[in-house]
Every structure is written in C-alpha cells, then in structure tokens.
DNA sequence: GTGGTCTAGACCACA
DNA sequence: GTGGTCTAGACCACA
C-alpha cells in the first residue's frame, strides 16, 4: 500500500506523510481506520523505525492521527478538515503559478489554453 | 533590486538563481547586460562572496549567463530559450497541481472556479 | 584508489570528476556500489570535504551518481550512457586532433603512422 | 586576420598565441616576417594592449618571434622547428586518447573506424 | 554518520 | 577589479 522513492530529494518522512494524508483525502483510509505500526511499516518499506515514528509524531502533531500508546495509531475522526486544507494548499499553490505566468507575458486567455489543454 | 530571504528554507543561492532568471524572463534585465560582480553583490546582499559565486556558477552552466574572467559576468544573448523554459516549467507544475485536485475530488468546473476567483 | 595531483592545472573537483568517470566507465565501480563518503574521502586524499563535496554535487547533476542524505552516495544504476557520453567525448577531441595535424601539413598515411606506431 | 572569442574559456593572450603560432605552422606567415605592433593588435581586436603583450613575451621566451626594440615584433627564422614541437604536442594528445579509449574497452580496430569515419 | 549550505578568508589567472 | 578554486570550520536535515 504504501511506497518510497528513496532517490528522491523529498525526505522520506516526507513522503510518507504526504502518501498518509493523500490516502485520507481520496477516501483510502477512512475515519478511525488502524494504521500499520511502526515497526511494521518500517519492516514493510526496508527503512529505520525512526523515520516512521518522526512522519507519524508530526502526523499527530497535525491532528491527522491519533497514537495511542498499547494500542496503535489511527485516523482522526474529522477528516473533512484534513481535505480541505489539502485542497487550499494545492489552490494556492495554482494561483502564485498563475501569477508568475502573468508576470512573464502571459495573458489570462493564453494561461487557460495552456493549463487545460491536453 | 535583488533581495534574499534568510529564513526561507530555499537556498539563497537558489534564490538568487530564481531572481536572476524572473528578471530576465521579465525584461528587467536585457541580453548582454552586465550583472553585478560577485563580490559588489555579496557586499550588497549581505552574504558570502562564495554563495554568488556559486549562484553565478549555476546560472553559467544553464547557460543563462557568461562569466569571463577579468571582464565580468553577462546576461547571454539567446534569451527566449530561457523565457520559453521558464514558463514551461511553471504550466507543468501547475498542470500536476491540477491532477492533485481532480484525486482530492474536485470538478474542472470547481477547480476552475477556485483558481481563477479574486 | 583515488589519487590527485595538486600541481596540475585541472582543477582537484575535476580531477575528481573524471576519475569516479573512468572508474565507471571501466568496471572499476559497479552500478548502485557506493562511493566512499565525503569526509572520508576528503581525508583520504588530504584536502578539504568542500572540494569533494563539489565534485559529488556536480557528478549527480550529471546523472553519473545519486547523493541521499543521511545514506551516502551511489553509482547511478544506468551506466552504459556514461561508458557512450565518454567514448564519445573522446572520439571528437581525437577527430579535431587529426583536422589540425591536417592544417599542420601531414597527410592521411603519415597521421596514422605517426598515432599509431608504438 | 587575427580574430578572438571572448566568450570562449581559453584566455585571450593563449588564443593569441595559438593563432600565431598556427599561421606560422601553417604558412600564412613565413620567416622574419613582421607582426602587428602590440598597440596596433590591441586596438583592432578591442582589447587591452597588456594582453597582447603578455602573448608576445610568450611568444619571444618560446623562441617563436623575436621583439627588437624600436623596430618591432618578427617571426623565427626557424620556423621548422615551430612546426614540429607543434605537430608533436598534437600526435602526443592523440595518443593519449587513444589509449583512454583503450580503457573504456574498445579495440584498435573499433578505434580505427570511429575517428576515420566521416 | 551522511550529504548540503554557508561564512570567512586566502590565493590565482586574467584584463 | 573580475571570476575561479580551495581551505577551515560551522551548522542543518536526515537516517
């Protein structure tokens, strides 16, 4: 289920939270779902233990996870939050593309075109 | 004209690399034009001779600039490559940006609407 | 196994480069091995990790190796463009070579006894 | 006749000598002919007396033109021996590479056809 | 421990 | 003065 891209410049932790709250925002994992421990995905992906213990500490910090000690870690209960700033992030993100597009002679019609065709 | 943010977790050299191709993707600076010297724009900056230099460097190898030593460090004279690469880059991410938003459960018409509003 | 001369003209960075190159190209490091690490290399060869560094920043640029922080550096996984980019490099330099004995007033058959012959 | 390529990483007293030395090689200058005056050189080519000077100085410790003061600048009358240090540095280069090429595991023959072909 | 960035400062070739 | 290389050494994120 899960994956890492270890040449890849994100830090790995990184990428394991990304790969978590993407699962959560399309409906992957569901509310109050049990995630893998983390001895068990650490086994699974090849990597040290510690690098799962930081993506999920600040997964909680997060409030995307709940770790309750004996007994695992779990998908918050209110995940539509989790969506939506998602979502926010990613149209902000757009947008400061958008602008810089302006700033280097597009016009609005041309960035239409561009980003949606194909 | 040129300005660094410390704080940002962007490299500065990175920085000065991004500036530095936004002003000639913009027509601040033209072909040809001859950029600060390193150390005028270290003094100036605040930093390290090194970090310009490395900056510099970067940009000579992307063929953006010329640097000859004894003259100076310019600005090349095929500039629409650069100007056509640098658009380029940003609709793609923009384009991969989209795609996460399309998995995260939103419509074209939605996307639409967010990224163009205000 | 790594060597330089500090009173070449080329500089140590390169030196560097072209070494881990020929490695490469000749069997000497296998794909996906690992390179000796920065500082140890540094140490090694008696001169300052920087230079190292630089030599390995610029090797993964070029695609020759990947640097993973925290795990080290490796041969990249896809060689045989490396061992290609290199014959042919040299093959050209050897081409201009034979044009200007050509303008030197040698011909054909005198060139090739004269780089041929021992 | 003389022509230089700022852009280009050679330094411009090395171009200097270069073409000089190649004309000789090649005859388009011939023994005790008289070369442009340092300042002459300079301003055609637009660059700055010092440089022509320092690939004159050159010129005259390599035994290549003899400078007299107050008359000017003029080719050996031993030019042959120009011709072969030339021809030799060259056919050593190649030689060289050749090898190069040896490591990187091609045969004579394989060499042969590569810079013999086209 | 591993790579990446940066400062401070020296020295070099070149114009 | 201009860019290029290198040393010495610090600090950071990451595994």
Redesign the interface.
Known sequence: MFSID??CRV?IYEQIINQIE?FI??GILKSNEQLPSVRQMAFDLGINPNTIQRAYTELERKGVIVSIVGKGSFVTDNIQSI?DK??NE??I???D??N??K????S?KEI?A???K?
């Open positions: 270890v040449q830090p993407r925002a399309t969506i998602k979502r990613v149209v993100r757009i947008k593309d958008i810089i597009l700033n280097l002679g597009l609005n239409h561009k980003i949606f194909d």
